[in-house]
């Protein structure tokens, strides 16, 4: 049996895979540049991509317990923290390079940290 996400849950959710997938489309092209910049760039991707990919799994799993203890919930909240400080950072070297991608790439980034900042153990909880 599950339980119902909460409207912010599913929404961060929503996010943390929007984020993973854009930052996997992103990948790519820095791949191809070749320089020290789209290297750094890209292990911050990788690392972002699977930070939100994590993140996104954890809270479908911890949703899906009927009576999702205490200590889950607050690991949960923990990773949605972590999350946030990975989307943060990258966020700030995205801008840095300051074309129309890593801009909207930046912007999702923002989100996702804005929307894992939400997640506290009353917001896992289904209205």
């Keep these: 049996m599950t339980r119902q996400l909460s409207t912010e849950m599913q929404q961060c959710i929503d996010i943390c895979h929007k984020c993973h997938d854009t930052c996997e489309q992103m990948l790519s092209r820095c791949m191809e540049m070749r320089s020290e910049q ?3 760039l890209s292990m911050m991707m990788m690392s972002c991509a699977d930070m939100c990919r994590m993140c996104a799994d954890m809270m479908m799993r911890c949703s899906s317990m009927t009576k999702a203890g ?16 990975m989307s943060e950072m990258s966020v700030e070297m995205c801008r840095q390079v300051n074309t129309p991608e890593m801009t909207e790439l930046a912007d999702v980034m923002a ?3 804005d929307m894992c900042r939400q997640m506290t153990p009353q917001a896992m909880q289904p209205a």
């Design 38 to 40: 789209s290297m750094q």
């Design 111 to 113: 989100r996702c940290a």
């Design 70 to 85: 205490a200590d889950m919930v607050q690991m949960c909240v923990r990773m949605c923290s972590m999350c946030a400080d």
